[in-house]
């Protein structure tokens, strides 16, 4: 228990300072792995677009399979990740009809068991993590409480850097609305100006960003604010 605990700490540091999914993918499942004592690990997500997606595997064999799960929407962990319920699956070899296309596939591999475990936040499932064991056979007992608690920390690494790419892309949005703002505003200023049309002023401001290698918005924004006054040679011939 003291290990298991340790093992826990580990991995909240992994997590804590600066955590990146992709770039610590093999240490977080990998970690998950050894402390569960199972072949190998992956963890299945949902992108900011709601798509599921493979977020971190331990090998490429757990990696690979984790891909057949999300291809062919079969496995534990992509029944895990729909239902939100615990799945588990302790021999492989009669789970043909409950998986056709994954559990052979999973068995030429050298998987002889799989379970999926939930990710939630509050009531929401976030992701699931796929144990793929080389042995029939159910998990080891007493190991449900080190379970419960590597899931939770899992979640909170998922949770984080599904955050951190939500806060980019919200960025990269309010950036493209104020570009586009403020080169709207900037060809109805200059269209009524120099008495030209607006397609002609988007024209004018186009010709100018790329004469001067200056970015549009930039150039949009000049114009709106009065310090900048684009001579009338970068108007259309």
């Not at 600066?18 to 792995?33: E, H, I, S, V, Y």
């Not at 891909?67 to 043909?96: I, K, S």
């Not at 007493?142 to 419960?148: A, F, K, N, V």
């Not at 960025?171 to 900037?186: F, P, Y």
Request: glycine share 10%; net charge negative; hydrophobic share 45%.
């Amino acid at each position: 228990m003291y290990e298991s605990g340790r093992g826990l700490v580990a991995l909240a540091e992994i997590l804590v300072d600066g955590f990146d999914l992709p770039a610590q993918r093999n240490l977080l499942t990998a970690k998950c792995a050894d402390l569960l004592d199972v072949g190998a690990a992956a963890l299945l997500g949902l992108d900011i677009d709601g798509a599921q997606v493979v977020e971190a595997a331990s090998e490429e064999t757990a990696e690979l399979l984790a891909r057949f799960e999300l291809a062919y929407e079969q496995g534990p962990g992509v029944d895990a990740l729909r239902t939100g319920e615990c799945v588990e699956c302790t021999d492989l070899t009669n789970a043909t009809l409950r998986w056709p296309q994954f559990a052979p596939l999973a068995l030429e591999a050298g998987v002889a068991a799989g379970f999926g475990l939930p990710c939630r936040l509050r009531d929401e499932v976030v992701g699931a993590m796929t144990l793929y064991v080389n042995v029939p056979g159910p998990l080891p007992e007493g190991s449900e409480e080190l379970r419960h608690g590597l899931v939770n920390v899992v979640t909170l690494g998922v949770t984080a850097h599904r955050g951190r790419e939500m806060a980019v892309r919200a960025g990269q949005l309010q950036s493209a609305l104020d570009t586009r703002v403020a080169i709207e505003q900037a060809k109805g200023m200059l269209a009524e100006r120099e008495n030209v049309t607006v397609d002609e002023a988007f024209t004018v401001l186009r010709n100018y960003a790329r004469k001067n290698g200056v970015k549009m918005r930039l150039v949009a924004e000049d114009v709106v604010k009065g310090v900048l006054t684009i001579p009338a040679t970068y108007r259309p011939n």
